[in-house]
């Protein structure tokens, strides 16, 4: 069954089945029950956990469901965000891996997807086919449930990992489908486990307009852009955005979060030049450009080397059992980089509250 209560303006109202129906005629057989949840929704306006104690026993009852499961139903869903560029090596995949290490050690729960058959952030964490042998792949095709194939990330708790194992390619020589096959083909499985998370974030491939990046710009509610400090930027920029129009159009809820810069060498003169001519042409474009940014540095690659990688001591440790995993405080540092990540992370949700304040 699916319901739904709907807050604010339209909290007298459930939605069952994507039917809208008024709870005060559901309960008309007992009233009790309707007074008391026409009573309590007199009492505020703003529909929140302390209505679900005095409404849930009666809703549970009336839809022979547990209290549970109503509660299941209004957790907030997760946000979508996808961490993009069309251009191949900017650092989607060490941005969005760090930025997820990141929102992990704030105590957030995450499922990062990856969405790229290089699989790199696959690797990056160390999952292979041994610990799960299916891959977004099979649950975009429905051979399998996305449950199934999502993996917890074995030395960082509360962080998911839907993996890719190549597949993928497949899905590209896929006949074309139509925009609503498209949506449908992530959007179920992804709006399944929405519940399950505070962040669904996808590690995007390097490429546009293809059946497999348009169904992600089609569930995802957020994109943010990864750059280099190079002129070229420019260039990808306008073609970004070109593109994206186009995915406005098939979903409303898109939002450019803002761009960022990474790989910045701050002793290269010249292209923190062109990083500053880019950045101030794509304000005036009216796009967000953040005021953190992510330096050069080894450490972007060092802590899956040295941590997540099969190959590293720590995985061989952790798998002889010597070691158990690694804590809150750990993973933080660990995808800190000298804090550039943690404060980018922060202007992401920075971003991301700005939006949603202005929706309220
Ligand atoms: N801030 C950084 N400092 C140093 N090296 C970096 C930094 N960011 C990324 N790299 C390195 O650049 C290379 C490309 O990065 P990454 O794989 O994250 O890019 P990508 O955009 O995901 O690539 P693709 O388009 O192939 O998916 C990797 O070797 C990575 O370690
Ligand atoms: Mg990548």
Same mark, same amino acid.
């Given at each position: 069954m699916d319901l739904e209560l709907l807050t604010l303006?339209?909290?007298?109202w459930v939605q069952v089945n994507k039917r809208l129906i008024n709870i005060s005629l559901l309960v008309e057989e007992t009233n009790t029950a309707r007074s008391t949840i026409q009573k309590v929704l007199n009492e505020e306006t703003v529909f929140g956990p302390a209505h679900y104690e005095k409404i849930f026993p009666f809703l549970a009852k009336f839809y022979k469901v547990t209290q549970d499961d109503l509660l299941d139903l209004v957790k907030p869903k997760a946000k979508i965000i996808a961490i993009w560029n069309?251009?191949?090596?900017?650092g989607k995949s060490t941005c969005s891996n760090h930025i997820c290490g990141q929102l992990v050690a704030k105590g957030k729960k995450v499922l990062l997807i990856?969405?790229?058959?290089?699989?790199n952030t696959t690797r990056n964490f160390s999952i292979s086919k041994e610990d799960s042998p299916h891959d977004l792949f099979d649950v975009l095709t429905k051979q399998i449930d996305i449950r199934d194939a999502i993996v917890p990330a074995k030395y960082v708790s509360g962080l998911d990992i839907l993996p890719s194992?190549?597949?993928m390619v497949e899905f590209e020589t896929t006949p074309i489908l139509t925009v609503n096959e498209k949506i449908r083909s992530y959007e179920e499985p992804i709006q399944s486990v929405? +519940? =399950?998370?505070?962040f669904i974030i996808f590690d995007m491939r390097?490429?546009?307009?293809d059946c497999h990046s348009d169904p992600i710009f089609l569930v995802a509610e957020y994109m943010f852009m990864v750059m280099n400090p190079s002129s070229m930027s420019w260039d990808g920029y306008i073609m970004a955005q070109e593109y994206l129009r186009r995915c406005y159009r098939d979903n409303?809820?898109?939002?450019?979060g803002g761009a960022f810069f990474n790989r910045?060498?701050?002793?290269?003169q010249y292209e923190i030049d062109s990083m500053l001519a880019v950045a101030s042409a794509i304000e005036k474009d009216g796009t967000y450009v953040f005021e953190n940014g992510i330096k050069e540095s080894v450490g972007a690659k060092k802590s899956f080397e040295l941590y997540? +990688? =099969?190959?590293s001591s720590f995985c061989n440790a952790f798998e002889n059992g010597e070691i158990e995993g690694i804590n809150k405080g750990q993973v933080k540092a660990i995808f800190d980089m000298n804090g550039d990540f943690s404060e980018l992370t922060e202007e992401i949700l920075a971003v991301i509250n700005k939006y949603e304040n202005e929706n309220q």
């Open positions: 303006g339209l909290s007298r069309q251009k191949g090596g900017v990856d969405s790229d058959y290089q699989g194992y190549g597949k929405s +519940r =399950d998370y505070d390097p490429t546009m307009r409303m809820n898109l939002k450019f910045i060498r701050s002793n290269v997540f +990688r =099969d190959t």
